[in-house]
T-cell receptor
Framework: GNSVTQMEGPVTLSEEAFLTINCTYT??????LFWYVQYPGEGLQLLLK?????DKGSNKGFEATYRKETTSFHLEKGSVQVSDSAVYFC???????????FGTGTRLTIIP | NAGVTQTPKFQVLKTGQSMTLQCAQD?????MSWYRQDPGMGLRLIHY???????DQGEVPNGYNVSRSTTEDFPLRLLSAAPSQTSVYFC???????????????FGPGTRLTVL
């Protein structure tokens, strides 16, 4: 079956540090890949997505590249801010299927 | 558009009580789903629906019932609450007939349920 494995947290960084949150997946075919963000007390919001190999999703300074050869979709940001403190979820959706499979989430805390 | 709305925001139940978590969306989405979020386990799919009158089980359906009589509403029922159902519940929706395989799922704000 499909699965998503993401970097265990929590992750604590200083403001302006470089961020990487690792995500790898197992799926047949070519799934779509997503990063969702959950701010404290809120629901999940789509951060970025990629639908095919070598696609790069980007939003709010975050980026992730769909790597078919390594089955990965790592989230990166060059300079994090305190407002980026949240829980980040990697997810996949198999082609033709609406269901999302989520990773366990990574809690990120940015300190001033 | 209000998007996806959920009520209540918080609920405390005693073991054995029943209740319904409400979910509604005003985006004319065909696909709706319920997830539960537990520490260290991410989001797990409980039930989902691909359209009015059609529902199916997800990963963790036991102890929960759903129905989909309209496109807008997708209530989740707990028939006899158990402490293991203490969790945060999220409803989500997406429009499954938009072209391509990258339809965004929109999430509600969640319901935090405690079963004593």
């Amino acid at each position: 079956g499909n699965s998503v494995t993401q970097m265990e947290g929590p992750v604590t960084l200083s403001e302006e540090a470089f961020l990487t949150i690792n995500c790898t997946y197992t799926a047949t075919g070519y799934p779509s890949l997503f990063w969702y963000v959950q701010y404290p007390g809120e629901g999940l919001q789509l951060l970025l997505k990629a639908t095919k190999a070598d696609d790069k999703g980007s939003n709010k300074g975050f980026e992730a590249t769909y790597r078919k050869e390594t089955t990965s979709f790592h989230l990166e940001k060059g300079s994090v801010q305190v407002s980026d403190s949240a829980v980040y979820f990697c997810a996949l959706r198999a082609l033709g299927n609406e269901k999302l499979t989520f990773g366990t989430g990574t809690r990120l805390t940015i300190i001033p | 558009n209000a998007g996806v709305t959920q009520t209540p925001k918080f609920q405390v139940l005693k073991t054995g009580q029943s209740m319904t978590l409400q979910c509604a969306q005003d985006m004319n989405h065909e696909y709706m789903s319920w997830y539960r979020q537990d520490p260290g386990m991410g989001l797990r799919l409980i039930h989902y629906s691909v359209g009015a009158g059609i529902t199916d089980q997800g990963e963790v359906p036991n102890g929960y019932n759903v129905s989909r009589s309209t496109t807008e509403d997708f209530p989740l029922r707990l028939l006899s609450a158990a402490p293991s159902q203490t969790s945060v519940y999220f409803c989500a929706s997406s429009y499954s007939k938009i072209s391509g395989s990258y339809n965004e799922q929109f999430f509600g704000p969640g319901t935090r349920l405690t079963v004593l």
